[in-house]
């Protein structure tokens, strides 16, 4: 039987919802998504696993990390802490755990291997979800 965690655990965090962004990028590219929403971390990860899949790794990590760094800043400003769930059913935190996911793989993509396992770990440690749905 494994241990059972005693201590409380921070409430999941919920990233605000953009439906003028999402729908933007619903009906136009992800760079121009990108261009008029740069908050918008959905664009962004869509922008590295475009670049990836194209063998643009440089560019995608660029793109990656652009959009985990605004996730981050969107997370804190929802009262995230540094640690604590940031669930995949929460649609609208779906873009940052994407962006997560590839920055993971673009780390590893340009030979970053310890960045790469951080940010699994990190994906993982928000809601394994969250990894499930992204590697699948």
Known sequence: MAPQNLMAQPPATEMPDDADARAHLDANSAEDTARNYPWFCAAWARLAKDAL??????????????????????????GWRGNG???W????NRGFLKCLFQLSRSADAIGESDEAARCAQFLRDCDPAAADA???
């Open 89 to 92: 059913a929460h649609k609208p």
């Open 53 to 78: 899949a194209e063998g643009r790794d440089v560019e995608a990590y660029a793109y990656a990390r652009t959009g985990y760094h605004r996730g981050l800043d969107q997370l804190r400003r929802a």
């Open 85 to 87: 769930p940031v669930l």
């Open 134 to 136: 992204v590697t699948a």
